[in-house]
């Protein structure tokens, strides 16, 4: 409890220093298709940098999607900056519509978000001190695979899941869905993953069969084989009122990864915020000015920095 409350003390110091560091600097940078914004914080000479990167769908630099706007990773790169943490942030593939310059939707594979954070982790080192792997949702499987395809000086896992996101996204459907209704889609969501085209698509799967391929490409990977090969430090942050992932995804991650760093916040949910209930997780999901769990922000600022979070399950 003593610890806990000591965090919660730094963070009200970090808030005021967000206040303090409202001058960091923010620049609009493009690495070849891919836009971004790089946040470093003033007076510090070669900062580590994090790189940021976001879940699921269409998710713009600042954590935000069409229909929910938590503004995840705007957030988090404020309160790293005020740490003396420079962060680079970027729009996924997709995000305000789709580019012609990454080809055609219906050839997108799930190894382009991984070359795309390749090509940005290749930006930014030499120009840091450290560069850092930041992932949230499916945007930890992306740093994942980024992690054992470029080097990098640290790994950080926020509610990121342990199964194949197939897999998940039936476990999640499961418990909503009516037997008769979710019966099909899992089936149909099988045969995607084996390589099957479904057309038509069952209802309640809106996935055309044009875009199968793509979407095959993402339910199949595996977090786990290739976290078990990842050298580089890893910090594993997740929260007890995440209702799109489980415990079991948390302590999978970390007996994968038996030497990293874990942290396990038991109010916090799958936006990285605090919240009571499942009604105030749902309003969550639309509040951008709701600060994210203080805890967090100290334990990936501390591990960033070089220091020790400690171990907690």
Known sequence: ???????????????????????????????????????????????????????????????????????????????????????????????????????????????????????????????FSKVILVGHSEGGLVAILTARRVPVDRLVLLATAARRQGDLLKAQLEKKL??????????????????QIVDPPPQGLSIPPAMQPGIASAFTEDPIAPLKLVEAPTLIIAGGRDRQLARLDFIALTAAAPTAKTLWLDDMNHVLVDVVDDGDDLAAYNQPERALDPDLIEAVAAFILGGDTGKIQ
């Not at 995000?95 to 070359?115: L, Q």
């Open 178 to 195: 009516p037997a008769e209704t979710f019966t099909p889609i899992a089936k149909a969501i099988d045969d995607i993953m084996a390589g």
């Open 1 to 127: 409890m003593r610890a806990r409350t000591i965090l919660r003390a730094l963070a009200i110091v970090g808030l005021l220093a967000v206040a303090a560091n409202a001058s960091a600097e923010e620049s609009q940078i493009h690495v070849g298709a891919i836009d971004a914004v790089l946040r470093v914080p003033p007076d510090v000479e070669r900062p580590p940098v994090a790189l940021l990167i976001a879940g699921s769908g269409t998710t713009d630099r600042d954590g935000n999607g069409p229909q929910i706007k938590p503004a995840t990773l705007k957030k988090l790169a404020e309160q790293l900056a005020a740490r003396k943490i420079a962060t680079l942030r970027y729009d996924k593939r997709g995000a305000g519509g789709w580019k012609p310059e990454f080809g055609r939707p219906e050839d997108f594979r799930f190894k382009d978000y991984v070359d795309d954070a390749a090509a940005l982790v290749d930006y930014l080192r030499g120009k």
